[in-house]
């Protein structure tokens, strides 16, 4: 069933999944919504309970829902724009996995296999790119830099034939 809320989810998560940050196009195509809360679990269509989600979160997320108990042990799922993830995990830029830094972090990375081998691919190309970008950036300042010295050196070398003449 098409839902009219879609381009306005897709555009709270910038087109990408909450839970792993994969792209649309990195993922070849929409994404999936997923409830933060399961309707199973007395959950809503309200668009605070609604994330865009890539179809593997989704389905390793299914109809998870924390008993009290669990709450009470901080197994639960981050919401991606009410937690502040960075207090609970951290990408290890060397190995592109994510380390908990909490149990709620631990338990999140878990149930949602955040470190699966896909997942590590994607995070370290990733990182490449935007190594690869920097370097573009700075080549690219630096041949600007390089042609305004030439343009510089041409103007000087033209004065001087002017007054040699």
Known sequence: ??????????????FACGYCGVSEVSAGGLLTVDHYRPLAADGDESLANLIYACIRC????????????????????????????????????????LEPLTETGRFHITLLHLNRPRLVRH??????????????ALLERQIHELEETITAQERYISALEEQID
């Open 1 to 14: 069933m098409p839902r009219p809320d879609l381009e306005l989810i897709r555009q709270r998560y910038t």
């Open 58 to 97: 989704n389905q390793h997320k299914y109809t998870y829902w924390p008993t009290e108990e669990d709450a009470n042990l901080g197994l639960r799922v981050l919401h991606p724009l009410r937690d502040i993830l960075s207090h609970h995990y951290r990408l290890n830029p060397q190995t592109g996995r």
């Open 123 to 136: 995070r370290l190309a990733q990182q490449l790119r935007e190594v690869m970008e920097g370097k573009l």
